[in-house]
């Protein structure tokens, strides 16, 4: 019997599956990827402005007092900070701990709480400086 060439399931797709904490976390985890390859681009422009003498110096921290670029940098920092804790928490998958679905879950938790409150200390550090 031959079927339809419309009426063949489109599988895998996205309505196929349920939508679960792991998938997240992996979607997360490769987009928090890009974003800090993307934010070590403006971390250097400033480094470099730095070492260009005064004036340059002067107009990047200009630039970076921005409050829209300081909020870039913040969620910028929680990127790179949630991809170090989740890239940790693949690190002990790879030496065959705690792959079980519960052990997952846990791990999973630990790494965003652990992700927000090191970027929430950061970021308090650099308010208390000035």
Not at 11 to 32: D, F, G, N
Not at 111 to 119: H, K, P, Y
Request: charged share 15%; net charge positive; hydrophobic share 50%.
């Amino acid at each position: 019997m031959k079927v339809a060439k419309d009426q063949r399931p489109l599988s895998p797709h996205l309505q196929v599956y349920k939508w679960e904490t792991h998938m997240a976390m992996s979607i997360l985890h490769r987009a928090t990827g890009v974003a800090s390859a993307v934010g070590l681009l403006m971390l250097t422009c400033w480094l470099l402005a730095a070492g260009g003498g005064e004036a340059s110096w002067r107009s990047a921290n200009q630039l970076f007092r921005n409050p829209l670029i300081v909020l870039i940098m913040f969620f910028w920092s929680g990127a790179l900070i949630y991809h170090l804790c989740n890239g940790i928490r693949h690190l002990t998958w790879d030496v065959g701990k705690g792959l079980g679905k519960d052990d997952a879950r846990k791990s999973a938790k630990v790494v965003q709480i652990a992700a927000a409150v090191l970027t929430l200390s950061l970021w308090i550090g650099i308010w208390a400086q000035g």
